[in-house]
């Protein structure tokens, strides 16, 4: 599809999500334009959404997309500057910038023959766009969910979201009182025990946490692979997983029995923040958050469990449990929601049910083929799966997916949501991907007709660390296959499989042993 008409897609938003979409777009030969309703491109990144010492829970190797590495002198784990200045090149290598509209709203999308109607706020006021195919980069970042608390009004101090406590001022001589257990809470506790005038932690339940670094290497050099992965309970799954969720089930429990042991004893948790549940239970809140142990084994922290009842009084703040905090600076970092309240009715109920996403493969509405979502496949690594699952969109936008029937689409929705709901029930509105990264991608390369990436190997198949730089020429992969008729294709790579690996060795071993046996005689 190359053709001026007809092949106009918005996208809404410029985050990570957003700008990879573009670019896969518009290398595909479609016409793309950009809205954003922020001043700046980045989504969560942007200065005035990033709390003080916010840093990636990734390495730069892993948060990244699969063709710009992050610049040598970036930090092992970037912080928030570090990563607005790496989408800022993005954008400038790859020649983005013209199709940017920023500071544009869309207020509403709607239906239109063979596309969609957008209502739009911009500088020049509020205007309509026609759009033929129309990508929901919103993230799932866009509303901050902050829980009411009986009496707020009498609180004379200030209550916010953890994504609003941008000014480092805002803690200074403060008495600081953080609501959560996530990584974001933990961070801003952290920032708060060594900038404010004391800080108190109090949350529902601990969830589990790793350490950045696993002796000296980045924690997730170890766990961004196909063998951790294997551990997790998938919803398809292959025969050595099969095993391990089911006869080999006392191997898998040992293996994370070991796995927990060894974050708290690295961290050295504190026992009130140690887990309920052993893992992989509550895999989907965890982060990377050691800076914020070590502050509260020195008693920069208190630490609460439980939760807020009320404001009892102008800078005071009562727990269900009858305690009293003294308080200057609330913060919640209590999550988000995702309300899309821009779609139509009829667009959001073909969307969204009880709260629930129905995206086939976490991209697409079945009974919507010009619509779809990017960024709501939310992984462990968010560029990674961005960038594939786009390069999937532009290929249904195009013609060229073999999808199921909607009934059918709207059934594996339906199966992959009731396994959500068990393995991840922290992500209710099943939108998250999680730790289930390999399996994911190879799903969405099987739809796009193409092989799974592999290494040449076994081992470095299973336990080298899945980067995103491994499919980085998938554009051009893409286009090879388009357009290979009447050429040879290129020979994949050569996998020497596990069996293969175990029938080579046991081939040398046997012509060893007869050579051997030769020798003797």
């Not at 040879?488 to 012509?511: D, E, F, I, M």
Request: with cysteine; hydrophobic share 35%.
């Amino acid at each position: 599809m190359t053709a001026e008409r007809g092949n106009l897609v918005g996208v809404i938003g410029a985050g990570i999500a957003g700008l990879v979409t573009a670019k896969v777009l518009r290398d595909d030969g479609f016409r793309v334009v950009v809205f954003e309703k922020e001043a700046a491109p980045g989504g969560v990144w942007i200065e005035s959404r990033t709390y003080p010492g916010l840093r990636t829970n990734n390495s730069r190797d892993t948060y990244a997309f699969s063709d710009h590495p992050y610049a040598e002198s970036a930090d092992v784990f970037p912080t928030a500057g570090q990563v607005r200045e790496y989408l800022s090149s993005y954008i400038d290598r790859f020649g983005l910038t013209p199709y940017l509209r920023l500071s544009t709203e869309i207020l509403r999308v709607s239906e239109a023959d063979n596309g969609f109607e957008l209502q739009v706020s911009g500088p020049e006021g509020v205007g309509t766009e026609r759009v033929d195919f129309l990508v929901v980069c919103a993230g799932t970042f866009s509303e901050p969910n902050i829980p009411f608390i009986k009496g707020s009004e009498r609180f004379g101090g200030k209550l916010l979201h953890s994504s609003q406590a941008t000014d480092p001022e805002l803690f200074t001589g403060k008495r600081v009182v953080v609501v959560g257990a996530g990584k974001s809470a933990l961070d801003c506790a952290d920032y708060a025990g060594e900038h404010a005038r004391d800080c108190t932690l109090v949350f529902r339940k601990p969830y589990p946490m790793m350490p950045r670094y696993i002796f000296g290497v980045p924690s997730d050099q170890y766990t961004q692979n196909r063998f951790y992965e294997a551990f997790f309970r998938y919803h398809r799954l292959n025969r050595v997983e099969r095993f391990l969720h089911g006869s080999g089930a006392p191997i898998r429990d040992r293996f994370w029995r070991t796995v927990g042991a060894g974050m708290r004893l690295s961290l050295r948790m504190p026992k009130v923040m140690v887990p309920d549940e052993p893992l992989p239970n509550g895999v989907e809140h965890a982060g990377l958050c050691e800076d914020f142990y070590r502050s509260a084994r020195r008693g920069a922290i208190r630490l609460r469990r439980g939760s807020i009842a009320s404001c009892s009084g102008e800078a005071q703040l009562e727990l269900h449990s009858g305690d009293r905090i003294a308080a200057d600076v609330v913060v919640f970092a209590t999550g988000w929601r995702q309300s899309l309240t821009f779609l139509s009715p009829e667009l959001r109920a073909a969307v969204l049910e009880e709260g629930r996403f129905r995206l086939y493969r976490h991209i697409l509405p079945p009974s919507l083929p010009r619509l779809g979502f990017i960024g709501y496949g939310a992984s462990t690594a968010c560029q990674l799966t961005a960038e594939v699952s786009a390069h999937w969109l532009a290929q249904q936008f195009r013609g060229e997916l073999d999808l199921p029937s909607p009934d059918a689409m709207q059934a594996e929705i339906t199966r992959v949501g009731k396994w959500v709901a068990e393995v991840m029930p922290g992500r209710p509105e099943g939108y998250y991907v999680g730790p289930y990264l390999s399996h994911h991608i190879d799903e969405l390369m099987g739809d796009m007709g193409l092989p799974v990436r592999r290494t040449d190997n076994f081992l470095s198949e299973y336990f080298d660390t899945f980067l995103p730089s491994r499919y980085c020429d998938l554009t051009e992969e893409r286009l090879r296959v388009r357009e290979r008729a009447g050429r040879k294709r290129r020979h994949p790579l050569r996998y020497l499989s596990a069996g293969g690996s175990l029938g080579g060795v046991a081939v040398l071993t046997l012509a060893w042993a007869a050579y051997r046996k030769m020798r003797e005689r």
